[in-house]
C-alpha cells in the first residue's frame, strides 16, 4: 500500500515544478521580447512626458524612465528582479511593481521594499532637442 502513496507524491511534485515552469515560462516570453529589441539608442518620445519627482513606464520597451529632479533623468529596466513583471507605474516617488508588491528608488532603482531581491538595472538617458533616448 506504499506504492500508491508514492506515486502520489510524485505527481503532487510533477505538478508543482510544471506550475512553476509555467510561470517562468510566462515571464521568460516576455524578456525575450525585450532582449529583442535591446540594441542601440531607443527613442522614447518627448521628455516631458516624465514628470518630475514621477516617471513612466514604457511597456512595449520594458524600460522606466523618471525624472527625481527637473532636469536629470534616469532609467531602469522595467523588468522586476523579484519575477520579472514589468513594473506597473512610478507613484510616491517610487517605481511599484504590484505583481507581489515590490517598490524602487526613482532616484537609483534601489529597492526600497520585497520581495525584489536587486535593484532595477540601470541604463543610459539621454535628452537631445527634448527627446529621450535610452541605451539598454
Ligand atoms: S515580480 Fe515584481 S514583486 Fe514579484
Known sequence: MS??????????????VALAGATAAGCSSNNSKEQAKSSGPVDLGAASDVPVGGGKVYRE???????????EYKAFSAKCTHAGCLVNGVAK?????LCHG????IT????????????LPEYKVAVQN???QVTK
Open 93 to 97: 516617488e517610487q517605481i511599484q511593481c
Open 102 to 105: 515590490s517598490r524602487f528608488a
Open 61 to 71: 520597451q520594458a524600460v522606466v524612465v523618471t525624472q527625481p529632479a527637473a532636469g
Open 3 to 16: 506504492e500508491p502513496v508514492a506515486s502520489r507524491r510524485t505527481v503532487l511534485c510533477c505538478a508543482a
Open 130 to 132: 527634448g527627446q529621450l
Open 108 to 119: 537609483d532603482g534601489a529597492v526600497l521594499d520585497g520581495p525584489a531581491p536587486k535593484p
